[in-house]
């Protein structure tokens, strides 16, 4: 073998020229079938497939309609011929022993019992033997499902004793008469009648408050700011209220209050005047004017609105009168006020020894002896007072026999 290779070699060697140059080979390109004939087909193919199962279901369904029409019957007439159907042998259910054949063909969709229905028994004569062929067909009243039961009997010449078949009698039954019962005459039934109120609508209306509602509100809101220590919001609110109501003298009298604490004393007072101005009778006013002034140290400017005696002046304003015009030696405005005040409450011990002190001043000796006498014997004088009122009493005294002496 390796000579024969070696020969092989050699040969193959001066076959092959000389310098010959290597060239590239060619190779055919493999077809490759398109993918989308094979989508095309496929496609085709599966339509194919399914038509032809909906064509077997057309035609199945067809014929079983077909098969339901032959073999289903009406009521009425199942009836008809179970009264006409004749049982030939009493023992209809024992097997002949010379039956030839049976063929039955049974279609069934569910499996779903049929009973047959029972044929009337009566007395029938002898009947000769002969060749019997018996098609009975049962139908079922057709429901959800169909099912159909056909059955094919041969029967050969058998002889058969006939015995006669009693017949129960059915005597008819009288269906029981219906009593009429008691009629129960019905009475209208009383609805009561309920009206129904219309719906409820909301009306938005613009009201105009009146500047006394509008003032309310604003002190309101100035009293909360007060209960808050909120000084700056009650000022605003109680000036917002006196410039709607100006003669709203108890909102004049807290601005002013306010003003004082601030220690603008002048413009307290020139709130107080305002007023006063407006209301020249206005009691209180006065006072309020007449106490600011007399913190001020100016009981001059502060007897100045107490001048004015308003008509059933209170005992306050009195007294302040008095005191004020006592504290200034006015004799005759103090004079006038004690004397009122005696005459208002005349169990006072200090109204009566405040006028006999301005008797005494005025130089009416008897009339201050007899003031200060009262004074004396009235409850609530202290001791002090008691020794000033018996000094002033012997000095009256001293005076008065001075006087009757010469």
Not at 12 to 36: D, F, M, N, Y
Not at 112 to 132: C, G, R, Y
Request: no cysteine; hydrophobic share 40%.
């Amino acid at each position: 073998m390796s000579v024969v290779n070696n020969a092989l070699s050699k040969l193959a060697e001066k076959e092959k020229p000389q310098g010959q140059a290597i060239t590239k080979a060619e190779i055919p390109e493999i077809k490759r079938s398109k993918p989308v004939v094979w989508l095309v087909g496929g496609f085709a193919i599966s339509m194919a497939i399914g038509g032809w199962a909906v064509s077997q279901q057309q035609t199945s369904v067809t014929s079983l309609e077909s098969s339901n029409e032959i073999l289903t019957v009406t009521q009425a007439q199942q009836q008809a011929f179970q009264a006409e159907a004749v049982v030939e042998t009493p023992k209809a259910s024992l097997p002949s022993p010379t039956h030839s054949k049976v063929e039955e063909s049974v279609v069934i969709h569910t499996p779903q019992t049929v009973q047959p229905s029972v044929a009337s028994f009566e007395e029938l004569p002898e009947v000769k033997p002969a060749s019997t062929q018996k098609s009975v067909a049962v139908t079922a009243k057709p429901t959800s499902t169909t099912k159909t039961v056909q059955s094919v009997v041969t029967t050969t010449p058998v002889p058969v004793k006939t015995v006669p078949v009693k017949v129960a009698k059915v005597e008819p039954v009288s269906a029981p008469v219906a009593t009429p019962s008691a009629v129960v005459k019905k009475e209208p039934v009383l609805i009561a009648k309920v009206d129904t109120p219309a719906k409820e609508s909301m009306t938005v209306e613009q009201v105009e408050l009146t500047p006394r509602e509008l003032a309310n509100k604003s002190i309101a809101r100035a009293e909360k700011a007060l209960d808050s220590n909120d000084v700056k919001t009650a000022f605003t609110e109680y000036s917002r209220a006196l410039r709607l109501v100006p003669s709203d003298e108890n909102v004049r009298q807290k601005l002013a209050a306010l003003y004082y604490g601030r220690k603008d004393a002048r413009r307290a007072a020139t709130l107080l005047q305002d007023g006063i101005r407006l209301n020249d009778k206005s009691e209180e006013l006065r006072f309020a004017l007449a106490k600011l002034l007399i913190k001020e140290q100016q009981p001059e400017a502060a007897l100045s609105p107490l001048m004015y005696v308003p008509e059933n002046a209170s005992e306050d304003y009195l007294a302040l009168r008095a005191g004020v015009a006592q504290q200034l030696k006015n004799t005759d405005v103090a004079l006038e006020s004690y004397q009122s005040l005696a005459e208002r409450d005349p169990n006072n011990a200090r109204w009566w020894l405040g006028l006999a002190i301005q008797q005494e001043r005025r130089l009416e000796y008897p009339e201050a002896h007899a003031s200060y006498t009262k004074a004396l014997g009235l409850v609530g004088v202290s001791r002090k007072t008691q020794s000033f009122i018996r000094d002033r009493l012997q000095l009256l005294e001293s005076l008065e026999g001075d006087s009757n002496g010469d």
